[in-house]
């Protein structure tokens, strides 16, 4: 019978694309490129078959059924090099010491590292293989790999792509349930545009007949070839045993060159690949199925000198010349495939695999072996209490090398194996750990488990220092989750506890980080209360760093409740603490605070000087993170002033910097967006608004829900979306509601009044102005009252009072004189412009609509400018020279091109591209530019809206 290992059968498409990646390896274009599929497909085969061919330096690791050590198909990489190279990876000089924490045979490891750096000792190892030529590192059976290595490979993705290095994994993809780290690594590769995977399919009837022939040295008859097609659904390694094992028990006959199954026998067909492995073990000697026995609980690799000194002899020839075991080297064997291992494994009574697994646990632990691989061994052999030790100390060591993955594996497997009521203070401290490595590995919910649990045992205990402590990290996994009740709750036990057990400063921090997130929210009176106690409490502790932050926020807070100056002094007050105290990161938080207070002034020039001068004090002491959180914030004032390019530069900056805060991040991004809004780059600014919205929601941060919704109804307002405006609108209203806000809202809730207004929505319109009646009344300054002013005569005009709209609106203006609000003026000699039009004041209705056109145009305010310009096409204003000759006939067209115009109407007909292009004796590719130009101007996703869209405003002949 000729061996499997010399086919290919139906697999050259994908051998193809394994060659490429070689090819692409050998000229310094390294990649990951994983194998699918189903047990027995043939992955292995094929991943060798291709290797054995190619000139490229390969290593070969397969992991183990049984547990692997954290990053162990990595070490076994580099173990190998070491073997094969004689290399002690010198070349990677200081990281040497991290890659002992891995590779204990490299001498002295580092005391302690950080992931970032163990990862980087790592790309260094995989460096130096690469340096001895273009390598191929071939991880078969990746579904049985540790967490930490299927965390690294997305790391590596990158790194990889300027090496000469392939990185090809094999995995059964009938063996990653949902959940498991395999569907994580893909999506991961997914995300980064780098997911690059074969699935291996089943062989169909002419493969599996090409592959029967190969095997049997001649054709089968169609009734063989029927039947062992119809049993082994075309999976190669099942065709492989079941003709094997027909062979073996005499059951196929060769007549004139044709292989046929032998007439007149009843035939016991194996129904699996076990049945199939199982049938043809029946020809081997007890000595050889002992070994194989005791190989299959050793794992799927095994060591020879593992096994014999199990067996008492050496007995491998038998298994290795029937084809069950392969050689690696002179030291290790490997199962052919790991179906053989599990076919045998499973026939293996109970009681002897205990047996034979606490033997195999001993030896291992005697040579020293990985605790996680021991615990196993312990554990299958029913041996709970060595178990659960061995796998503390997995716990420890994957928690030391930054596995927190397979550290919290390992530790769930300890505490299930946890006697009860025994050792319960070391029961704690590996739950407090599990929480903690949980957390890293991003399981909240197993870190909250673990910690609820800890936090009751401390409480009956009545251990108060360690409950307030295992409290605040809950709290922390809660503001993970965006599970902002708890997480308050969380902090307020913890406070508590902490006042009880005497530690009063960590009790004033958690009042500080209470008080600071109910600001956000817009809950200022809360937060009042609460950082009004830890104020009481820092003065009598008489601590100055609490006192700086804790007036800080209180100043803060006055401010933005209506007592602005006692607001100011409190605030100025908490620097001069931390200024001569030289606490660095609580005065870049105060300085923030203070440009924040002269800003709910509306003294924006004073705001924008106290920003600047933040943002400087910050760079110069080392505090960048927070300078970048205070560019963020004077993006605020900008809007307001006018100045947009300046805000879309520091904006972007923000978001680009490595170590911009997400917070910082989060602002620079949703005000990035309301300014392309208000620039009619509709598509543009919704990308980012819909983004930050979601994630202002979460983390309750009341001013960006607020800036969001309004950005997205400006968007929608520009594209004649009414409906989807007038939502925003009123998401608007309801934030406000719902928060104590008398500064961020007014803009928004000034907008959304003249949009109600032109709805002619009157109870929308007293809605907004209701809520700017509110915020004057406790903020008085020059943008609450002009914005009130505004309301007011939004809402005179929806219900016909010209007359008082008018001197509303006059109002307005007048207020405006004496402040830099720009885009403010612009809505209210906008609005003041169509009230006096509809007062038959034509001259002074124009003379307002081209005051407000150019105001926006000053700022490139595209939804006003336009429809500014329609207004005064309505009374017959001439706007050439507004605009000019060349732009006024295009706004006629509602922005489109002469030849657009013509196309948009031939659209309207029905014609197709094809036939627009010889009516208008075009190429058919300029008329697919032209409908695609004219899909955009007018906000449009297919053809259809932009004919209804070309209805509304006119454009159809």
């Given at each position: 019978m000729a061996e499997i290992d010399d086919m290919l059968i139906g697999r050259k498409a994908e051998q193809a694309k394994i060659n490429e990646a070689i090819s692409a390896a050998a000229e310094r274009r390294g990649s990951i490129l994983l194998l699918s599929g189903e047990a027995g497909m043939g992955k292995t085969h094929l991943a060798h078959h291709t290797l054995e061919a190619c000139d490229l330096q390969t290593i070969r690791v397969t992991t183990d059924e049984t547990s692997t050590p954290p990053y162990g198909p990595i070490i076994s990489v580099l173990r190998s090099f070491m073997r094969d190279s004689s290399t002690n990876f010198e070349d990677c000089g200081s990281l040497k010491k991290y890659l002992a924490q891995l590779l204990p045979e490299l001498g002295k490891p580092a005391e302690a590292s950080d992931q970032a750096t163990l990862i980087e000792a790592l790309r260094c190892g995989l460096d130096a293989i690469a340096k001895h030529g273009p390598t191929v590192l071939f991880l078969d059976d990746l579904h049985w790999a540790d967490n930490a290595t299927l965390d690294l490979l997305p790391k590596l993705v990158d790194w990889i792509q300027e090496r000469p290095i392939l990185l090809l994994g094999a995995y059964r993809s009938d063996?990653?349930?949902?959940?498991?780290?395999?569907?994580?690594?893909?999506?991961?590769?997914?995300?980064?545009?780098?997911?690059?995977?074969?699935?291996?399919?089943?062989?169909?009837?002419?493969?599996?007949?090409?592959?029967?022939?190969?095997?049997?040295?001649?054709?089968?008859?169609n009734s063989l070839l029927s039947t062992i097609f119809d049993k082994t659904q075309g999976v190669p390694f099942f065709l492989e045993e079941l003709l094997k094992s027909l062979e073996a028990s005499g059951h196929l006959q060769k007549l004139n060159n044709t292989f046929s199954l032998t007439p007149g026998k009843e035939i016991p067909f194996p129904e699996?690949?076990?049945d199939a492995i199982l049938i043809r073990m029946e020809a081997l000697?007890?000595?050889?199925?002992?070994?194989?026995?005791?190989?299959?609980?050793?794992?799927?690799?095994?060591?020879?000198?593992?096994?014999?000194?199990?067996?008492?002899?050496?007995?491998?020839?038998?298994?290795?010349?029937?084809?069950?075991?392969?050689?690696?080297?002179?030291?290790?064997?490997?199962?052919?495939?790991?179906?053989?291992?599990?076919?045998?494994?499973?026939?293996?009574?109970?009681?002897?695999?205990?047996?034979?697994?606490?033997?195999?646990?001993?030896?291992?632990?005697?040579?020293?072996?990985?605790?996680?691989?021991?615990?196993?061994?312990?554990?299958?052999?029913?041996?709970?209490?060595?178990?659960?030790?061995?796998?503390?100390?997995?716990?420890?060591?994957?928690?030391?090398?930054?596995?927190?993955?397979?550290?919290?594996?390992?530790?769930n497997s300890a505490l299930d194996l946890w006697p009860e009521s025994e050792e319960e203070s070391e029961r704690l401290q590996l739950l407090d750990r599990l929480g903690h490595c949980a957390e890293i590995s991003g399981s909240l919910t197993e870190a909250t488990r673990a910690w609820r649990e800890v936090a009751e045992s401390y409480q009956q205990m009545e251990q108060h220092y360690e409950f307030a402590l295992v409290q605040r990290k809950l709290a922390t996994v809660y503001e993970l989750q965006s599970a902002w009740n708890r997480a308050l709750s969380a902090r307020q036990q913890a406070a508590n506890a902490f006042y009880k057990a005497k530690h009063d400063l960590e009790a004033i921090s958690e009042q500080i980080a209470i008080a600071s997130h109910l600001q956000t929210d817009g809950k200022y009176n809360n937060a009042m209360q609460v950082i009004s106690k830890a104020v009481e409490e820092a003065e009598k502790a008489d601590d100055p760093l609490l006192k700086a932050r804790a007036w800080g926020l209180l100043g803060s807070l006055e401010a933005r409740v209506g007592n602005l100056d006692q607001g100011l002094k409190t605030t100025q007050a908490g620097l001069s603490l931390a200024l001569d105290g030289n606490f660095i990161g609580a005065a870049s938080e105060i300085y923030q605070r203070l440009a924040s207070v002269f800003e709910h002034f509306g003294d924006f020039k004073g705001a924008k000087e106290a920003y600047n001068f933040a943002y400087t004090f910050c760079e110069s002491n080392g505090a960048e993170p927070m300078g970048h959180v205070c560019m963020a914030c004077l993006t605020v004032?900008?809007?307001?002033?006018?100045?947009?390019?300046?805000?879309?530069?520091?904006?972007?900056?923000?978001?680009?910097?490595?170590?911009?805060?997400?917070?910082?991040?989060?602002?620079?991004?949703?005000?990035?967006?309301?300014?392309?809004?208000?620039?009619?780059?509709?598509?543009?600014?919704?990308?980012?608004?819909?983004?930050?919205?979601?994630?202002?929601?979460?983390?309750?941060?009341?001013?960006?829900?607020?800036?969001?919704?309004?950005?997205?109804?400006?968007?929608?307002?520009?594209?004649?979306?009414?409906?989807?405006?007038?939502?925003?609108?009123?998401?608007?209203?309801?934030?406000?509601?719902?928060?104590?806000?008398?500064?961020?809202?007014?803009?928004?809730?000034?907008?959304?009044?003249?949009?109600?207004?032109?709805?002619?929505?009157?109870?929308?319109?007293?809605?907004?102005?209701?809520?700017?009646?509110k915020i004057a009344a406790s903020h008085s300054n020059s943008e609450s009252l002009a914005a009130l002013s505004h309301a007011l005569g939004e809402a005179a005009l929806v219900t016909g009072d010209i007359?008082?709209?008018?001197?509303?609106?006059?109002?307005?203006?007048?207020?405006?004189?004496?402040?830099?609000?720009?885009?403010?003026?612009?809505?209210?000699?906008?609005?003041?412009?169509?009230?006096?039009?509809?007062?038959?004041?034509?001259?002074?209705?124009?003379?307002?609509?081209?005051?407000?056109?150019?105001?926006?145009?000053?700022?490139?305010?595209?939804?006003?400018?336009?429809?500014?310009?329609?207004?005064?096409?309505?009374?017959?204003?001439?706007?050439?020279?507004?605009?000019?000759?060349?732009?006024?006939?295009?706004?006629?067209?509602?922005?489109?091109?002469?030849?657009?115009?013509?196309?948009?109407?031939?659209?309207?007909?029905?014609?197709?591209?094809?036939?627009?292009?010889?009516?208008?004796?075009?190429?058919?590719?300029?008329?697919?530019?032209?409908?695609?130009?004219?899909?955009?101007?007018?906000?449009?996703?297919?053809?259809?809206?932009?004919?209804?869209?070309?209805?509304?405003?006119?454009?159809?002949?």
């Open positions: 063996e990653i349930p949902r959940g498991h780290a395999i569907r994580r690594l893909r999506n991961d590769l997914r995300r980064a545009k780098h997911l690059q995977e074969i699935a291996i399919e089943p062989l169909n009837r002419e493969e599996t007949e090409e592959l029967t022939h190969k095997i049997l040295g001649h054709p089968p008859d699996t690949v076990r000697s007890p000595a050889a199925k002992l070994c194989l026995e005791l190989a299959s609980v050793a794992g799927q690799r095994f060591s020879f000198e593992l096994v014999s000194e199990l067996a008492g002899e050496e007995t491998f020839d038998e298994a290795i010349n029937n084809g069950f075991i392969i050689e690696l080297g002179q030291e290790e064997g490997q199962f052919r495939h790991a179906l053989t291992s599990e076919a045998i494994y499973k026939e293996i009574s109970w009681t002897k695999v205990r047996k034979l697994h606490r033997q195999v646990a001993e030896k291992l632990e005697a040579a020293g072996a990985s605790p996680g691989v021991v615990a196993e061994h312990w554990l299958a052999g029913k041996s709970p209490e060595q178990a659960r030790k061995a796998f503390v100390l997995s716990m420890q060591d994957s928690c030391d090398i930054h596995a927190y993955a397979d550290a919290v594996n390992f530790a004032v900008l809007i307001q002033t006018g100045e947009w390019n300046e805000a879309i530069e520091i904006c972007e900056d923000v978001i680009q910097a490595n170590n911009s805060p997400t917070g910082a991040k989060l602002i620079a991004e949703s005000l990035l967006g309301l300014i392309f809004a208000l620039r009619g780059e509709a598509k543009r600014g919704r990308k980012l608004l819909v983004r930050t919205i979601v994630a202002a929601k979460d983390l309750e941060i009341a001013a960006l829900e607020i800036f969001c919704a309004y950005g997205l109804a400006v968007a929608d307002w520009h594209d004649n979306k009414h409906e989807s405006a007038r939502e925003h609108c009123q998401a608007i209203l309801d934030r406000w509601s719902r928060s104590e806000d008398r500064h961020y809202a007014i803009p928004a809730l000034r907008f959304s009044a003249s949009f109600y207004a032109i709805q002619g929505d009157d109870e929308g319109t007293r809605a907004c102005a209701d809520a700017l009646a007359e008082q709209a008018n001197e509303h609106f006059q109002n307005t203006l007048e207020i405006l004189e004496k402040e830099n609000l720009p885009l403010e003026e612009t809505e209210s000699a906008y609005r003041y412009g169509i009230s006096l039009l509809q007062a038959q004041k034509r001259e002074k209705g124009i003379e307002l609509l081209t005051r407000a056109y150019h105001l926006a145009r000053g700022l490139n305010a595209r939804p006003y400018t336009s429809r500014i310009i329609q207004e005064l096409q309505a009374v017959g204003k001439p706007i050439e020279g507004l605009i000019g000759k060349r732009e006024a006939e295009k706004s006629k067209r509602g922005g489109l091109t002469r030849r657009q115009f013509e196309v948009v109407n031939l659209v309207a007909l029905g014609m197709t591209n094809q036939q627009i292009a010889e009516e208008l004796v075009l190429s058919a590719r300029t008329v697919d530019m032209h409908v695609s130009n004219i899909l955009n101007q007018l906000n449009s996703r297919s053809r259809a809206e932009a004919v209804r869209q070309a209805a509304e405003l006119g454009l159809l002949n």
